[in-house]
């Protein structure tokens, strides 16, 4: 789902390895700007395919490592250690709110915002914030 049109911001749930080769897809032939991933997970997901699937995309990214609110939500510095064991880095904001400022303070005008995780992540998201 767009939520944005500059910088296009969009919103995918991606909560399991069939998305993820689907948004790897669409990425790789976007035609966009640098790419600035927000993502999150909950605690009781396998996420290690999804991990290799990310570092698998071939596009300039900055990455987010965010939570979601719910107890089940995988603490964002647990996602960034589990990460860098498939050669990903980033930065570390809980808040997915506060990841999508961030985000959208370092995104130029041709570049791509995507939160993509949980649904819980992407419920987050405060209107406001856009």
Known sequence: MTICKTPLTVCDTGHNIGGWEYIAHQLSSCGCG?????????NDKDISAIL??????????????????????????????????F???????????????????SAGADDLILVAGSNFLVADIKLETL
């Open 34 to 42: 640098k790419l600035h991933l927000i993502v999150g997970f909950v």
């Open 52 to 85: 290799q699937k990310i570092s698998d995309i071939n596009v300039d990214k900055a990455i987010y490592f965010s939570a979601p609110s719910v107890p089940r939500g995988l603490p964002a510095d647990l996602l960034a250690a589990k990460a860098l064991e």
């Open 87 to 105: 050669g990903l880095s980033g930065t570390v904001v809980p808040d997915v709110n506060e990841a999508l400022s961030l985000a959208k303070q």
